[in-house]
Structure formats: structure tokens, C-alpha cells
């Protein structure tokens, strides 16, 4: 990225900018707070439209995709009405339900009530009082008092009593309900849950058409941007003058249009300190797909942080593979993926490329490791490699594949170093982490590690680590330095590669769940059409959920591998800022 500045007249601000837009290259970074009564306006419109998106429930991808089209698309302005309408007529009712909802629960144990009907026992000086006692402990009550138990609910029994007016009971009364009927407010209940229902599937409808306001939207993020430019350049004088960002290999159309439109315009390189240079990812083709990724996390790489996109892509890959280690589970992601994308064969190409590669990395690993949908042979392995069909063997490639990413990470470390001692503290590390593999090794698996290996790596390793963390002339000072890295990381190091295990735990999971199905389904006892229809309900159902649950699997874990543990020893903080050049206002726009 190059920061450049331009400079133009004043009274061509709105003029200038506007040229820059149509270039579309510039990343603005304002000079002064923006402010002005159009970007108030259509900031407020923004939020508005985002609080009414909130609104909408989510919907199926593919209801959404074939509704929309059968459908007349209203604009937006009546779609935003609708959604409103729906929206408060859906809070409306749902504060009826929960009146109605308090009314029956006061009423139940009791029936219906009538406040009419004590009047006549009023007037006789007799009143109606209401109170409960533990099942089966009747309460005694003054000479002449009538008591009726109403109910008895959860061991505890109900009564009604009449007493004179004014008599003192030895027990805590429960005040009179409002009048009101059990069966009225059962039948009023259920009008309310059909009412809810009813807005509900209406709001469903509305939110088919999302994609009107989605794509406001999008024309007010560029009105915004535009504005934000225009009222947040500097001036001094007759002159005004805005900053921001230009790739590198992009500058040569910005001084042709600078010669073009008589702008001053200086390019010059980053300072080292600057914090909001943004971002600008380009990928080869094959690493692609893991944009998606990045844009579902909402994270990016510093500007000055190094770019680990391919091998993000690469671990993540073979984590989905390990995480779900389901050969037909793969399957089911490769046929699903292939059937989506000829519904949808103009969608963009990313989503169905990354989905395919997990898919079949998924199929090799299930049958490496012998594993169909939780069936794994039994006794006999159907693994293609044997030695991946023992626990053991699995749980040490987890910790050599932990080693590799983590060793991979302070290689990196020590190249942007280059030359310099500091670089040997992070072959220091190196060593560490190979000692480390060993000990996991011993420790979790109970292999006989001779220690004499261990000290051969650890031994130098933490040596270099202590002697040139913090390379200085005085060797006392560059040794406390290094001893105060070594205590706070090497503990630490030890727990990030043993924490790999995890692969090899949420896969044993995911296996036992689908064993369990499979075990359940095969052990009905029922007649032949009965038990089919029965397994193939527990099949389709329990195999769901186990997908679903590996899915969450890989979120939590294949995802955190890559972006705490292994970005953690690369010292990466993923606080880059989009790379999002000025564009053209729309043709509506103010």
C-alpha cells in the first residue's frame, strides 16, 4: 500500500471526490470528523433498515431462492411497513399471551370464578376465602365455617371456605383470582398461538424478500462512504485535501488522473507505526475459497502482519477431515454440494469449491481410517492404512500434526527475522517443540521416551531461548530477558501441542455417537415393515444430529487451531482493517 494525499481546490470537493469514486481505488481515511446533515440522514436510514432486518426471522436458503422468484417484490418502503405492521402485531400478541397466560395459572387450581355470585353471601355477612395446605393436612376452621377442597396440584391441596365476615384463620389466604374461565382462557390460549402462528408465517413471507433491503442497503454503504469522504477532507484556505490508501500497482491511474484533473497529489510508503493502513488480500486461485472463511469469522490480517492464508487453508482442511472422520459423511457434503450447485449454477464458484475440498479431504480421511456412517468393520478393520485404526497411532499423529503447525510457526518467525540472533530464539523454539512432541508422547500416551533424548532437545532449545529472546551487549541483561520468555511460554508450548488432542477426541466422538445409532436402529425388536420404518427414522435423524455436531466441532475447534494456537506463536492479532476503496454513488443518490 502507498498513502497518498490530494489536494484540490475548495469549491471542487464534491467534484473530486466524485472523480476519485469513479476510479475506484482510493481507501479514504478522513482528515476530520465527518459531519454534515446528509450523512446524519442517511446514517439514521441505515440503522433504521438494520433495526427492521432484526426483525425478520431466519429462512431457509433454498425457500428463500425459489420464493422470491414466484413472488411480486414490493418496494421497500412497503416492505418496511409490513415488517413493522407484522413486527408489532407480534409483540402485541405475545403480551396477550402472557396475560392470558398468568390469568390461567392463577385460575387453575381453583376453575372458574364468578365475583357476581358472592354478593348474596355478603349480604348475609358470609365471606368467600381461599387458601392451600399440604396434601392430606386438613385444616380446621371456626364452628359453623363450610370448606370445600377445589383441587389438589404437586401435593399440595386447594380449598375455599365460608366464614364470617371478619373471623381471624390461622392461615396465610390467597386473595380472590378476577373473574374469569378456565376453558374461556384455555380457548383464548390456543387463539393466541394460531394468531402468533399466523404472523409468524408472515413475517416468514416478508423475509423472502430481505434481499429489496439488503440491497438499500448496500446503495446507502456507498452514499455513506461517499459522504464520509467528502465531509471528513481537510482545508486550508481556498484549498482542500484528503488522505488515504492506493495498492501499490494501482498508482499509475491515480497520477493520470491527478495530470488529467489538476490535483497536487503526494504518494509516499506507510509510516512503520501506522495502525488503519487496510488490508488488501489477493489469493491464488486455489487458496480462495478461504476468504469465506475470513469473512464468516469477520477477521483479516494486519497490514503489517504476514498473510497465512494458504496455510490456514491447508490445516483447516485436513482438521474438518480429521474432526468428522466420516467417509459417508463426506459423501453426504460432496453430493450436497455438487446437487447445489446445479440449482444454483450462476451463485459464485468460492462456496462450492470449499465445501468440495472438505468434502473429499473427508472421504480419503474416513477411508484411510476404515470409518462409513460409525460403521468401522468391527472386528475386522476395513481401514486402507491399519496402523490409522488404533487409537494410539491417531492420538500421535495429533500431536505430530499440533508439532509441524507450531514448528511451521516459529520457521516463519525466525525467516522475518532474518539475520539476526533474535532468529536463533525461535530455532530455540523449534527444538522445544520437538522435545515437547516427545514428552506428550510419554506423559499422555505412556511411551517409553529415553531422557536423554528429551534433554538433547530441550537442553539447547531453552538454551537459545534464554540467550537471544532479548539479544543485548550486557549478557546479564539478555539473560533475564530470556529467562522471563522462557517461564512465561514454556508451559504454555507444552499445552498448545497437547491441546491437538482434541482432533483425535471430538472424531472418537462423532464415531461412538454414530455407532450408538447404528446400534440402536439394528436393535429394535419389532415387525420387519415396522422396525425398517423405525430405523431408517433413527438413521436419518441420529446421523443428522452427529453431522450437525461435528459441524459445531469444526467451528470451535479446527477454527481455533488455526487462529489461537498456531496465529498465537506467529504473534499475529488478525486487526486488519478491509481494504474498501471509494466507489461510484449510485445514479439515485443525493
Known sequence: MKKITVVCLAAERRTTIEQLAALGIVHVQPVRMAESEQLKQLLEQREEIEETLAMLPDLPAVRSA????????????????????????????????????????????WGGFDPAALQPLQQRGLELVLFS???GSRPALPEGSLLQEISTRDKVSYYAALVARGVSLPMDLIPLPAAGDVAGLEQELRDLDQSLAETRARLLDLAQHRTVLDQVLESLATRIQFCEARDG?????????????????????????????????????PDAHEKNIPTLLRLPRWVEPVRLIFQGLGV???????????????????????LIGDAGYGAIFLILTL?????????????????????????????????????????????????????????KLCFGLGAIHLILAHLWNALLIGRRARALSELGWVLVFMGNYFLA?????????????????????????????????????AIAGGLGSLAMNIINSFVDLVSYIRLFA??????????????????????????????????????????????????????????????????MEWAGIPYRPLKKKPEDSP
Open 233 to 269: 477532507m481537510g482545508e486550508d484556505g481556498a484549498l482542500a485535501y484528503l488522505q488515504g490508501y492506493v495498492p501499490e500497482s494501482l498508482c499509475d491511474p491515480l497520477w493520470q488522473a491527478a495530470r488529467r484533473h489538476g490535483w497536487g497529489l503526494l504518494v509516499r510508503d
Open 300 to 322: 483479516i490480517p494486519g497490514y503489517h502482519e504476514i498473510d497465512i492464508s494458504a496455510w490456514f487453508l491447508v490445516f483447516f482442511s485436513l482438521f474438518f477431515a480429521i
Open 133 to 135: 395446605a399440604p396434601q
Open 339 to 395: 446437487l447445489l450447485r446445479k440449482k444454483f449454477p450462476h451463485a459464485p464458484k468460492a462456496p462450492f469449491w470449499l465445501f468440495g475440498e472438505l468434502a473429499v479431504g473427508t472421504i480419503i480421511w474416513g477411508v484411510l481410517t476404515g470409518t462409513y456412517f460409525g460403521w468401522t468393520g468391527g472386528e475386522q478393520s476395513v481401514a486402507l492404512i491399519e496402523g490409522l485404526a488404533q487409537e494410539t497411532n491417531v492420538q
Open 66 to 109: 425459489t420464493a422470491t422468484q414466484a413472488a411480486t417484490v414490493p418496494s421497500a418502503p412497503d416492505l418496511m411497513a409490513a415488517i413493522h405492521a407484522a413486527d408489532r402485531r407480534q409483540t402485541e400478541l405475545r403480551k396477550q399471551q402472557k396475560n392470558c397466560q398468568e390469568r390461567l395459572q392463577t385460575l387453575q387450581p
Open 441 to 477: 508422547g510419554k506423559m499422555v500416551l505412556g511411551q517409553e521416551i529415553p531422557n536423554s533424548l528429551l534433554w538433547s532437545l530441550f537442553g539447547p532449545g531453552m538454551a537459545a531461548v534464554v540467550l537471544f529472546s532479548k539479544p543485548s551487549y550486557n549478557p546479564l541483561k
Open 506 to 571: 471430538v472424531s472418537a466422538a462423532t464415531v461412538a455417537v454414530a455407532t450408538s445409532f447404528n446400534d440402536m436402529a439394528l436393535g429394535l425388536e419389532l415387525a420387519p415393515f415396522w422396525k425398517g420404518l423405525a430405523m431408517a427414522v433413527i438413521l436419518v435423524l441420529g446421523h443428522g444430529l452427529n453431522i450437525l455436531l461435528g459441524a459445531m466441532g469444526v467451528l470451535v475447534h479446527g477454527v481455533r487451531l488455526n487462529m489461537l494456537e498456531f496465529s498465537g506463536h506467529l504473534g
